[in-house]
């Protein structure tokens, strides 16, 4: 490069940020907006101003040590009601036969909402017992093998245990047909 080259990317460099700085301070006023402060003012927080916050959010407040009291008392029921479930499901188990199981018809009304996976949907049929545990991968992979993921439609649907995968599908996308 020359001397005359070089000069002209200088004086390139400098007019470039001589504009840069014009449009900076003078036409955006960002060095006059930094020396004003805002001022908010705040109300004091008293007794009578959180009651009416309480009051109006429809909340209640508790002291920490009946918080922990409550969460205590919380844990220790939910830990007593699953050993009484588990015990219950332990005997219930004794008592029926296999054969009774798959005899038995189980019906459910599955609402399916916005925003619900094909996985939520299958989890939530695993849990009312329409779909066996090991059928619920099976049943996201039919959706998604035949493309109906995007055709399951929002609503509530009766569904039976002894229904098939596709018929399950078909009845939550709507009778849709690739």
Same mark, same amino acid.
């Given at each position: 490069?020359?001397?005359?080259?070089?000069?002209?990317?200088?004086?390139?460099?400098?007019?470039?940020?001589?504009?840069?700085?014009?449009?900076?301070?003078?036409?955006?006023?960002?060095?006059?907006?930094?020396?004003? *402060?805002?001022?908010?003012?705040? +109300?004091?927080?008293?007794?009578?101003?959180?009651?009416?916050?309480? !009051?109006?959010?429809?909340?209640?407040?508790?002291?920490?040590?009946?918080? /922990?009291?409550?969460?205590? =008392?919380?844990?220790?029921?939910?830990?007593?009601?699953?050993?009484?479930?588990?015990? =219950?499901?332990?005997?219930?188990?004794?008592?029926?036969?296999?054969?009774?199981?798959? /005899?038995?018809?189980? +019906? @459910?009304?599955?609402?399916? *909402?916005?925003?619900?996976?094909?996985? =939520?949907?299958?989890?939530?049929?695993?849990? !009312? *017992?329409?779909?066996?545990?090991?059928?619920?991968?099976?049943? =996201?992979? @039919?959706?998604?093998? /035949?493309?109906?993921?995007?055709?399951?439609?929002?609503?509530?649907?009766?569904?039976?245990?002894?229904?098939?995968?596709?018929?399950?599908?078909?009845?939550?996308?709507?009778?849709? +047909? /690739?």
């Amino acid at each position: 490069m020359t001397n005359n080259g070089i000069r002209g990317f200088a004086a390139g460099i400098l007019l470039s940020c001589a504009v840069f700085a014009f449009f900076y301070y003078l036409i955006f006023n960002h060095g006059e907006q930094a020396a004003t *402060k805002q001022v908010v003012k705040q +109300t004091p927080l008293t007794e009578a101003t959180v009651n009416q916050y309480l !009051a109006s959010n429809h909340r209640k407040a508790i002291d920490l040590d009946a918080y /922990n009291q409550w969460q205590n =008392d919380t844990q220790k029921a939910t830990e007593k009601a699953g050993s009484e479930q588990k015990s =219950d499901s332990d005997n219930s188990k004794k008592e029926s036969s296999s054969d009774s199981d798959k /005899n038995k018809k189980t +019906t @459910y009304k599955l609402h399916i *909402k916005s925003g619900m996976t094909p996985g =939520d949907i299958s989890q939530e049929l695993v849990a !009312a *017992k329409i779909l066996k545990a090991d059928k619920r991968s099976d049943f =996201d992979a @039919y959706l998604k093998k /035949n493309k109906l993921e995007k055709y399951v439609q929002l609503g509530s649907f009766n569904v039976s245990s002894d229904m098939s995968i596709a018929k399950l599908a078909q009845v939550i996308t709507k009778n849709h +047909t /690739n």
